[in-house]
């Protein structure tokens, strides 16, 4: 695993004032903020919808890992985590 920022053991939430939605106009999910939307890959979406303030980071991947049998995904997940905390989409607790 590569080195990372973000613990294991924190808890992501969307940041306040972001939403998360279905466009139907973009065909796709997306992030709502107050300055735009951005659209988002159907990863983006299924990790974001999970950051809810209720599960770590780690037992995210665990479910995620449980949707796709197979897929080596925490590195992945991980880099996810730090972009959308330097795009200030979610907060970490």
Excluded: N
């Amino acid at each position: 695993m590569s080195m990372t920022t973000i613990a294991p053991e924190s808890t992501p939430i969307l940041a306040p004032g972001l939403r998360l939605q279905w466009e139907k106009a973009q065909d796709c999910h997306v992030l709502l903020f107050p300055e735009g939307m951005v659209q988002l890959s159907e990863s983006a979406h299924a990790i974001l919808e999970k950051c809810t303030g209720e599960q770590t980071t780690q037992e995210i991947i665990d479910q995620l890992s449980q949707q796709f049998p197979g897929a080596d995904l925490a590195d992945d997940v991980y880099q996810f985590f730090e972009q959308a905390v330097s795009h200030v989409w979610i907060k970490l607790k």
